[in-house]
Each structure stands twice: as C-alpha cells, then as structure tokens.
C-alpha cells in the first residue's frame, strides 16, 4: 500500500473556501476518492475518481489533482460540513488501498 | 435502495474471534465487492481488505493477513470478516462498504452503519 499525506486539520470561517490537500507515490496513476467521517456515522463518500460528485452531494464540494497532490475543496463552508475528511486511493497494483491520515475540518 | 446492514456490537475477550456481517440488499450481489474498514478510538480509517462478491476472492490488508478471513455468502448477499487472535488494539468500529474492481478498486458510495467491537 501506498502513504498518503494530509494535513492533520484546517480551520475555516463559515461561507469561506476550505482546501484539503492528499499526498501520494501512486498519483496521478490511481484514483482518489473522499469520504467524510462524522462521529457515530458511516463514512459518506463526497468525491469519487478524483473529481466527480455523487448524487445527493452539494455542489460546493469538488476535487482536482495536480501532479502528486489531490484537493478537496469545499466552497462556502457551511456548519455541517465539520468533520474528518479520509482521500483513499488504491495502490499500484489496483487491488489493495489505503487512507489519508484525516483531515479535520473545523468550522469557526 | 441499496442497503447494507450489519452485525450488532460484540465484546470480545484477548485472544478470541469475532466474526462481523454485512447482509447486503438493493443491488445484485454478484457485480460487486464488500470492503471492509475500521476505525479505532481516536483513530483514522483503516483499510482491511475486501472479497469479491462473484468469485469469493480476496485481497488482504498486509497488517491483517495472517488474522483476518473474509468470505461472502452469495446465496445470501451477505459478507463476513473474521478477526482472529483479537488484542486490545482492535478495539474499534468495523464497517463495510460496497467496492467494485475493474481496472482498480473503486466504489466506496454504500457503506454499513458499522459494528463497534470492544476487546477486553
């Protein structure tokens, strides 16, 4: 599996622009997906193949990669997006995975 | 709509096993893979491995291979994960979550309410 780094946490003032960065050896050969982990929750999946949007997720989160980095961002934070966000990205090989260390996302 | 519901919690003495499921429903079973993460107290996500839902194959986490066993009853729609020789620090929650393998694992959008496991 492959290490991947992000940032232990990042503040943000509501309606503000929030950016999550993820680190690997694997990018941009695999893809990066993004859950969002509150307490007492099932992790939610906000960003999948790097940049694409479930349905149901708002608009106002997205992901972009630029070379070995991957961002998450989520524009015009709102209270509720406070919570630990995971990048998972698989391995060279495509069949083994591994998380982010998690970012935590505190609204002020 | 695509559910997956799993075990209930489990205490667990050190040394002991624990078997989890995670019976799917919604979509076909066969199409798709069960990964399993987990996440201890105070802890990050932790990958585990997955089965895949069709063949039973499976692809273990270097950490867990030699304890953990993860099969899949397709009759069923149901995945299982067996932890064995249990310690304290698996003392977490257990969740599972609809994955798919083409060029590589993929998937992640239907995850379990989770299965908190207490060894003590």
């Known amino acids: 599996s492959s290490d991947l780094t992000q940032p232990p946490s990042v503040s943000v003032s509501p309606g503000q622009t929030a950016r999550i960065t993820c680190s690997g050896d694997?990018?941009?050969?695999?893809?990066v997906y993004w859950l969002q982990k509150k307490p007492g929750q099932a992790p939610l999946l906000v960003i999948f193949?790097?940049?694409e949007r479930p349905s149901g997720i708002p608009e106002r989160f997205s992901g972009s990669t630029s070379g070995t980095t991957v961002t998450l961002t989520i524009s015009g934070v709102q209270p509720e997006d406070e919570a630990d966000y995971f990048c998972?990205?698989?391995?060279?090989?495509?069949?083994?995975?591994?998380f982010g260390g998690g970012t935590k996302l505190t609204v002020l | 709509q695509i559910q997956l519901v799993q075990s209930g919690a489990e205490v667990k003495k050190p040394g002991a096993s624990v078997k989890v499921s995670c019976k799917t429903s919604?979509?076909?079973?066969?199409?798709?893979?069960v990964v399993w993460v987990r996440q201890a107290p105070g802890q990050g996500l932790e990958w585990m491995g997955w089965?895949?839902?069709?063949?039973?194959?499976?692809k273990y986490a270097q950490k867990f291979r030699d304890r953990v066993t993860m099969t899949r009853d397709a009759s069923t729609g149901t995945a299982f994960m067996e932890l064995r020789g249990l310690r304290s620090d698996d003392t977490a929650v257990y969740f599972c979550?609809?994955?798919?393998?083409?060029?590589?694992?993929?998937?992640?959008?239907?995850w379990g309410q989770g299965t908190p496991v207490s060894v003590s």
């Open positions: 979550a609809r994955c798919k393998v083409l060029i590589a694992i993929e998937g992640f959008d239907h």
């Open positions: 919604g979509y076909t079973f066969s199409h798709y893979g």
């Open positions: 089965v895949n839902g069709y063949s039973g194959n499976t």
């Open positions: 694997a990018f941009p050969d695999q893809y």
């Open positions: 193949k790097d940049n």
């Open positions: 998972l990205s698989p391995d060279s090989s495509g069949e083994d995975a591994s």
